[in-house]
């Protein structure tokens, strides 16, 4: 790793990360941080997701 942290450089951005965000946030950080690498990576790559269609759901007619 470039910046060579160590398990105790961690733990302390751990904390600090939890005193920013709090616990009950972190989740949505981390899945919002997720998306966005993933979204960076397709675009870095030049991967395109394919178009999908919205289909409208199937209404069931009901016979009397």
Same mark, same amino acid.
């Given at each position: 790793? #470039? @910046?060579? &942290? /160590?398990?105790?450089? +961690?733990?302390? $951005? +751990?904390?600090?990360? &939890? +005193? $920013? @965000?709090?616990?009950?946030? +972190?989740?949505?950080?981390?899945? %919002? $941080? /997720? =998306?966005? $690498?993933?979204? @960076?990576?397709?675009? %870095?790559?030049?991967?395109?997701?394919?178009?999908?269609? =919205? =289909?409208? #759901?199937?209404?069931?007619? =009901?016979?009397?």
């Amino acid at each position: 790793m #470039p @910046f060579r &942290l /160590g398990p105790m450089e +961690l733990v302390i $951005i +751990l904390v600090i990360v &939890l +005193l $920013i @965000f709090g616990v009950g946030r +972190l989740p949505e950080v981390g899945g %919002a $941080i /997720g =998306k966005g $690498i993933r979204e @960076f990576r397709k675009s %870095a790559s030049g991967e395109s997701e394919p178009t999908e269609e =919205k =289909k409208e #759901p199937k209404k069931e007619e =009901k016979t009397s």
